[in-house]
C-alpha cells in the first residue's frame, strides 16, 4: 500500500530510517512535488530527511537550528541524542571509516566504470556483500580495543548498544553496517576529516591488520 505524505512522515519519524525499495519511498525519491512536502512536514518538527544515493535507507535527522534545543542541557552539550556515551561514538567513528569509507570507494569505482550517474537516486548503485563488508570483531578489538575504553567494555556494552540502534549488525563475530551506518555522518563533511587527520593517520597505519568479511572473502580495509 502506497501511503500519504502525511503518513510516510510518521512512519520515518516513528521507525527512524526505511529502505529506499519501499513503494512510497520510491515515490519519494522520484517525486519532488511528494519530497518537499514531506520535507516540510518533517522542518515542522524540527527534522530533515537523510538520503544518499549509495545508501540502503533513508533516515531523519534533526536540523541545525533544532540542535541546541536537544543537545544543550543547560550545563553540557550532550554528546548524542540516543543516549550514546563519548567512548561508544568514537567506536562509531572508528566503524564508519572502516566500513563505509572503503565501501564508498568501491561504489564510485563502480559508478564510474559504468560511465553514468542515476540521476533520481532512485535505484542504489553497487550494492551487495562484494562492495559493503564487514570487520572481524577480534581484529576491532586488537588494534583499538586499548584506545576506546577497553576490548570488554567493546564487546559488552558498546557493540550491543550499536547493533541495538541500528547502526551496526553483528553476525558471527563480524560486523556489519546497519541501516544507519551509511546516514549518520554527513560524508562531504566527515570524509575529509578522516582522511586527513590523526584517526586516518592511525586507520593508514593498521589497515593492513583490519580485514574486510564478505562471504568467505578477506581484503584489507584500502582507507
Not at 503518513?7 to 525519491?29: C, E, G, H, N
Not at 567506536?91 to 572502516?98: Q, S
Request: net charge negative; with cysteine; proline share 4%.
Amino acid at each position: 500500500m502506497e501511503l500519504t505524505a502525511q503518513q510516510l512522515t510518521a512512519k520515518l519519524i516513528a521507525q527512524r530510517y526505511l529502505p529506499r525499495d519501499d513503494k512510497t519511498v520510491r515515490r519519494l525519491l522520484v517525486d519532488l512535488t511528494f519530497r518537499q512536502e514531506i520535507e516540510a512536514n518533517l522542518a515542522a518538527c524540527g527534522l530533515r530527511l537523510l538520503d544518499h544515493p549509495f545508501a540502503n535507507h533513508v533516515a531523519v535527522a534533526l536540523i541545525r537550528e533544532a540542535e541546541t534545543a536537544v543537545f544543550d542541557d543547560g550545563e553540557v552539550w550532550q554528546a548524542s541524542s540516543i543516549g550514546l556515551p563519548k567512548d561508544a561514538i568514537a567506536l562509531l567513528v572508528v566503524l564508519w571509516a572502516l566500513i563505509i569509507l572503503p565501501k564508498r570507494e568501491r561504489q564510485l569505482g563502480r559508478e564510474a566504470a559504468d560511465g553514468q550517474g542515476d540521476m533520481f537516486g532512485n535505484v542504489v548503485k553497487a550494492v551487495g556483500s562484494e562492495v559493503s563488508r564487514g570487520i572481524a570483531e577480534n581484529v576491532l578489538l586488537e588494534d583499538y580495543g586499548k584506545l576506546l575504553g577497553g576490548k570488554a567494555r567493546i564487546s559488552n556494552f558498546a557493540l550491543p548498544q550499536l547493533a541495538r540502534l541500528g547502526l551496526i549488525e553483528r553476525k558471527n563475530k563480524v560486523i556489519h553496517e546497519g541501516p544507519l551506518l551509511d546516514l549518520v555522518f554527513d560524508y562531504a563533511e566527515m570524509a575529509p576529516r578522516i582522511l586527513q587527520g590523526a584517526l586516518g593517520d592511525l586507520i593508514r597505519t593498521q589497515a593492513g591488520a583490519v580485514n574486510p568479511v564478505a562471504g568467505n572473502e578477506t581484503e584489507a580495509a584500502d582507507v
